[in-house]
C-alpha cells in the first residue's frame, strides 16, 4: 500500500514563509514525477509546481520565483517552500506523485496526499 503523507501548512502573515513535505512510503519502485497542488473554495485544483525525477522543474505563472520546488530521491520525499506569501496562496495544497510499485507484480499510477491547510493573513 502506497501513501503520501503531508505536513508543514498553517497561519503565517502576508510576506512570511511556509515549508511543506510529502513523504511517500510503500512498497515503491520508482517516482517519477511530484507535484503540488493547490484548491480553494468555489475554484478549481490547479497546478503549483512540479518535478521530475532528474530534477526538472515547472511552476505556475502566480508563484515563479517565490516558490521553490526540491526534491529527496532516497527518501521518497518532495518539498515547496514557500516564501512572500500572499493572502490569494490560501489554499488546501496537495501532494502529488506518479508512483510505480510493487504488489505482486511492478504497477504505476498518481497518488494524492489527504491536502494541508495554508492560510496567509493580510
Known amino acids: 500500500q502506497v501513501q503520501l503523507v503531508e505536513s508543514g501548512g498553517g497561519l503565517v502573515q502576508a510576506g512570511g514563509s511556509l515549508r511543506l513535505s510529502c513523504a511517500a512510503s510503500?512498497?515503491?519502485?520508482?517516482?517519477?514525477?511530484m507535484g503540488w497542488y493547490r484548491q480553494s473554495p468555489g475554484k478549481q485544483r490547479e497546478l503549483v509546481a512540479s518535478?521530475?525525477?532528474?530534477?526538472?522543474?515547472n511552476y505556475a505563472d502566480s508563484v515563479k520565483g517565490r516558490f521553490t520546488i526540491s526534491r529527496d530521491n532516497p527518501k521518497n520525499t518532495v518539498y515547496l517552500q514557500m516564501n512572500s506569501l500572499k493572502p490569494e496562496d490560501t489554499a488546501v495544497y496537495y501532494c502529488n506523485a506518479y508512483i510505480t510499485y510493487y504488489s505482486g507484480g511492478s504497477y504505476s499510477r498518481d497518488y494524492w496526499g489527504q491536502g494541508t491547510q495554508v492560510t496567509v493573513s493580510s
Open positions: 510503500g512498497n515503491i519502485l520508482r517516482i517519477n514525477v
Open positions: 518535478i521530475t525525477r532528474d530534477g526538472s522543474t
